[in-house]
């Protein structure tokens, strides 16, 4: 069975509308499903890192019953997180050793399940195999298991919210959607910038049904934090490695740029051209439906700063808009920079100092980002292609 292309896939991400003419065999998914967990549980067995440090000194504060944001710095997010690592500390604990390592292989049980969950929307919406591909592609593997970063559910819940609120039959669907949406911001807020490219997006719902869903999403997001409003040490905290926190700089077309424009932050010409980037993807009126998928791929293609979980993030929305040429080329690009420059995972050097050439870099993982983004609107615009996520 072959992935569908943009050309070939129609309404793409609808939930419940038949994609395939045929499943795959119950023995190929049990063994995709085996190999998938087993290659992530494999992973987290490399080691730890810095990341499983920060979330092992947040279960810390969660054992202690002591606020994450005034106990480390090393937190950076909302709530959602901090409370699922301490049940999954509480878990661990309560199942044998309490050791980093065990919270580490628990985490990674988790989000395992949250790429199961992003690979059934595929499986389901798309075609089985982009959901099958999407579950065993080494990125995710790497990411969900050595690296444990979460943006894999900030991301499910946003879509799922998205996908929610554009088939919504009620003011009451409505609500819930931007529940969840506020959910995925208070997890990891991924889909922020994406609330400024709301007003552009005329043909979902209605102008004030929009404006209600980022209202509610936004007060979720703000209101998760009140719990420490009268903590003057953990609102200091929020404050600066929350909401005033700078991620990895450099190693990115946007960075290269403000080098031109000294005057302006990396960090505020990102944001700036990611909310004109939504006036652009917005144009094609077909694919407002898609514009989570959209944002995504822009938000990875204009960060200010690369590192290697960012390039997990646009993945759903590569095997939802077809395995096209730079969709495919960005995978081997992607995969090439995680394997030269994660000695941890074993590969040691695979292609002596191949990071330092231009050909496998961040910003060429960027600019096929860029392309991918092209290719999109162009067979858009050529009437090719049916929105993915549908009404």
Known sequence: MALKTPGQCDRCFEVGTPVAPSQPPLVVLGIALVVGVAARLLSANAGDNFD????????????????????????????????????????????????????????????????????????????????ILFFLNPISLATTGYHIQFDNFAILLGLAAWVLFSRATSAGRLVVAALIFGLSLATKHIFFLFLGWLPFLTTVRSTAARCLFGAIALAIFFGSFSPWLNDPEAWTGIQANVFGYHSTEGHSLTSHLAHFVPWVPARTLFMALALVAGALLSRPKRLHKDAP??????????????????????????????????????????????????????????????????LVSYELAQVLLFALLCEVVRRQRGRVVQPAIAA
């Open 52 to 131: 499983m440090e920060s979330w092992w000194i947040a279960s810390e504060a969660s054992v202690a019953g002591e606020v994450v944001y005034t106990r480390t710095h090393r937190y950076n997010y909302g709530p959602v997180w901090f409370w699922i690592i301490g049940a999954l500390r509480d878990l661990s604990a309560a199942t044998g050793a309490d050791t980093l390592h065990r919270l580490h292989l628990f985490m990674t049980g988790f989000l395992t399940m949250v790429d199961l969950g992003l690979a059934a929307l595929l499986y389901v919406t798309i075609t089985p195999i982009a959901g």
């Open 293 to 358: 998928l959209l944002y995504l791929v822009a938000l990875t293609a204009l960060s200010s700063g690369m590192a290697r979980n960012y390039l997990a993030i646009p993945l759903v929305a590569i095997f939802a808009f077809g395995f096209t040429v730079s969709g495919a080329a960005y995978l081997a690009v992607a995969s090439l920079i995680f394997c030269t420059v994660t000695s941890a995972l074993g590969s040691h050097e695979v292609i002596a100092n191949l990071f330092s050439n231009p």
